[in-house]
Each structure stands twice: as C-alpha cells, then as structure tokens.
C-alpha cells in the first residue's frame, strides 16, 4: 500500500520556506507605498501588529489542530471530525478558491513585473492587444510569460514536495538576503524626517484602512497543516513552526514599511512608480538597487505560487478521498508520491488565468480572500468544538487559554467576513459576489455528485490509520 501514501519527506527548513515563502510573495513590492500613504508610517505598522496579533490567534488554532491530526487535507481534516461532512465541504471548498485566486494572480503578477525590468516587452512579437478585459489590454507575450511561469510550477510540484520545498528555501533565502539589505540601507542612509507623519486620517480612520489589507497579506500559514502529512517533524514541531511562520512574516512586513519610510519622504512615495523598488533604488542611489528589489519580488512570485500550487492540490486530493470530488483527483503518483490530477488540475487553472488580464484577476482573488476567512472561522469553530466534545484527545501543541483563543479567533474572522459585506469599506463588488457564488454552486453539484457516485464520505484520518 506504499504507493497510495504520501511520503514524509520535509524537515524544519522546508515547512518554514514553504509558509514564510507564502506569506511574503508580491504585495509588499506594490502595496507598501499605499499603506504608509494611508496610515503613516506609525499607522501602518500599527495595523500590521494589530492584523499580526489576529492571525497568530488563528493560527495558535491551526497550531493546535495541525498537531493533534496531522492528516493531508487541514482545515478539511479538522472541520470533518469536529462539524461534519457537509460543514468541512464548505470550509475546503471555500478555502480552495483562495488558494485557486492567489495561483492565478501570481500567473499575471509575473508577467506584470517584468515591465520594470524591461518596459514595453509584452509588445515585442505581436504589438496590438489580442483582446480587451474590462478595461485591461492583454498582449500575447504577456500571456505567455505568464503561461510560461505556469507550466514551470506545474512541473516543479508533479516531481515531488521535497524537489518543490527545496526550490522553495533557497527562492526564500534569496528574499530575506535582500529584504535584510533593503532594512541595514534605510537604518544607515535613510532619514527619521521622511517618518513624518507617523499616522494619517487620524490614528483611527488610517490604521482601519490599512488593516484591512493585512489578513490577504498573511494567507500561506495554513499551507503548513495542508502538507502536514509530508512533514517529518514530531507532531508538536509542526504547531511551534506554522507559529513561527507566522511572527516571522509580522516582522518582515513591519521591517518593510519602516525601510520604505526611512527611504522616502511623503512626496516620494506618492510619486514612486514602484514604491518599495523605488526606495530601494534611493537608499543605495542607483537603479540597480531597485531592479534587485524588483527580483526579490518577482521571487516572491515564486515562493507564493508555489506554496499554494501545494496548498491548494493537497486541499483538492484530500476531498477527493473523502469521497467528496471525482475520484481521480485522489490519485499519487507511484514515484513521485504527489496528487499528480490535482496538480496538473491547478496548473490548468493557472494557465488559464493570463487570458483573462489583470484587472479580471482581481475580482477573483477578492472572492478569494473571503473563502479564505470562512475557513478561518470554520476551523476557529472546530477548535472550540473538539475542546469541547474530545478533551482528551492528544495534543502535542496545546495552546494556553484555548476557550479565549479560541473564540478570539472565532470572532476576529468573523469580523474579517463581514468586511466583504455589502456597507463595508471592502465591501465585494457585482462581479466578485457572481464569482464566489458560481464557484460555492459548481462546488454543492459535484459534493452531490460524488455523494450519488461514492457515497458517504470518508474522513482521509481513518483512510490514513487503514495503510498505516
């Protein structure tokens, strides 16, 4: 039965690269400018401290669960055994389509970012746009750098998470060599005048729209009890990394804002084309410091993309050997030990994404973000539901205070939800409700195909106990 297992094949240094990886891919190069206009550079890492204190308290409860059943699959796995069939379709089909938005806005991020490096590229082999998506010119060699990028992940993942994980560390390594040279810049030939002002809108109008950017910014963490089947740690390792993934994220984006402030004055940032490429360009005086920015970030890309190409195939694999998605999504490959359908499945969808511009891409990775926060809630739930109803069920990483962080958690990401809300300053437009609505109603047909076809639906714990 060897050949129908994941194997267990990644160490402390690949699940750490594999969520740090995550959470720090592409945004900070573009957004870091729009925080600090926002907030001020005090405001903004106030609401990074703030949106960090949320996300640890959520992911203290992914900590604790990933420990305790670490099964492919994570929120799946916990949702199932705590809340139900039905109840654990909901939060991994939700959380899929934030994995599924981040892989194909990595798929256009890519090709977006080489125009710094070289502008006007996409017109090189076909000048004229092959079409126009709402409002946004989509040129040939745009769409094949990004199809490119994709076909490459694609690639990367069906040949096995450790030849993805190390990929995954060294991509790291390069970021964080970088980002500590962009901070040691700025400390030494930035100025504390360009902090002024530290907050803007008020300390409490600027923070908020800040802080509502921070939960997008910290999504990847979860990647961690996703793979926790192929991670070879004792079990109580895996809870103290996936929380140490993400402080370390806390402190990074915290340390980007402050060198962007440091580097740039109020009028620069505004005027900044590429905000933190540009402060890095002003801290070393040379544009060259600013392409090096730039290829930190499009690292980034990478580090993201790939992160969630596991993510996201590991979600998949695991419904559908819960009996909750076509069977063949279920498959491993007899070699490489991967879910090689579900793979091949998200390499698609990445492929597909280019096509369809940057602006389109937006609209998914919103409806995205608010699949991410309902599985948030739904394993902040589950937390709290098999504190109550399995007390002594091992628990490598028992987490402190679990009724408060618990609930804590519970209603932080219910506050996050209702941000998408109509009323809300982030609030999801038309186009974004059609997406996720489409998406949750292609989901419910193939949940009650599979039921009609499979049967009730197994949880992957007691598949994983059978071939052990």
């Known amino acids: 039965m060897s050949e129908t297992k994941l194997s267990r094949v990644l160490g402390n240094r690949d699940t750490i690269a594999l969520a740090f990886g995550a959470m720090i891919g592409w945004g900070w190069i573009v957004l870091a400018g729009s925080w600090v206009q926002n907030a001020g550079a005090m405001g903004a890492i106030t609401a990074f401290v703030i949106g960090g204190i949320i996300v640890t308290l959520i992911g203290l409860t992914y900590a604790e669960l990933a420990a305790a059943m670490p099964f492919v699959g994570g929120e799946h796995v916990y949702s199932f055994r705590a809340l139900g069939a039905f109840a654990s379709f909901i939060c991994t089909w ?122 997008f910014m910290f999504v990847g963490f979860d990647v961690i009890p996703q793979a926790a089947e192929e991670i070879k740690l004792p079990f109580k390792q895996i809870g103290r990394i996936l929380v140490i993934s993400v402080l370390m994220a806390v402190v990074w984006y915290i340390g980007i804002i402050l060198a962007v402030s440091l580097s740039l004055d109020t009028e620069g940032v505004a005027g900044a084309n590429l905000v933190t490429a540009d402060a890095m360009a002003a801290v070393f005086n040379g544009s060259w410091a600013g392409k090096v920015m730039v290829i930190a970030g499009i690292a980034g890309i990478i580090t993201s993309w790939n992160a969630f190409f596991v993510g996201g195939s590991r979600a998949i694999y695991a419904m559908a050997k819960s009996n909750m998605l076509p069977k063949f999504l279920g498959n491993l490959h007899p070699k490489y030990k991967t879910p090689y359908n579900a793979i091949i499945l998200i390499g698609v969808l990445s492929c597909i994404a280019p096509l369809f511009g940057r602006k389109a891409l937006i609209w998914l990775v919103d409806a995205g973000g608010l699949g991410i926060v309902i599985a948030y809630a739904f394993v902040a739930l589950s937390f709290l539901v098999l504190r109550a109803k399995e007390p002594n069920m091992p628990r490598p990483f028992m987490v402190s205070y679990g009724n408060l962080v618990g609930y804590t958690a519970l209603i932080a990401s219910i506050g996050l939800g209702l941000m998408y809300l109509p009323m809300s300053p982030a609030a999801l437009t038309p186009e974004e409700w059609y997406i996720f609505a489409g998406w949750m109603g292609l989901g419910f047909v193939l949940y009650l195909w599979a039921r009609i076809a499979y049967g009730e639906p197994v949880h992957v714990e007691q598949i994983a106990l059978e071939q052990s």
């Open 94 to 215: 939700s959380i899929i389509l934030g994995y599924v938005s981040v892989v194909a806005f990595e798929a256009v991020s890519l090709p977006t970012v080489l125009e710094y490096l070289f502008p006007d590229y996409q017109k090189a082999f076909i000048a004229e746009p092959i079409w126009n998506v709402a409002g946004w010119d989509v040129y040939f060699t745009w769409v094949l750098v990004g199809v490119g990028g994709s076909i490459f992940m694609t690639i990367l993942n069906y040949f096995g998470v450790k030849t993805a994980a190390v990929f995954q560390t060294v991509v790291t390594v390069a970021i964080l060599a970088i980002g500590i040279m962009f901070l040691s810049g700025a400390l030494t030939n930035g100025s504390t005048g360009n902090l002024d002002p530290l907050f803007v809108s008020g300390e409490g109008k600027g923070i908020i729209a800040v802080l509502i950017m921070v939960p």
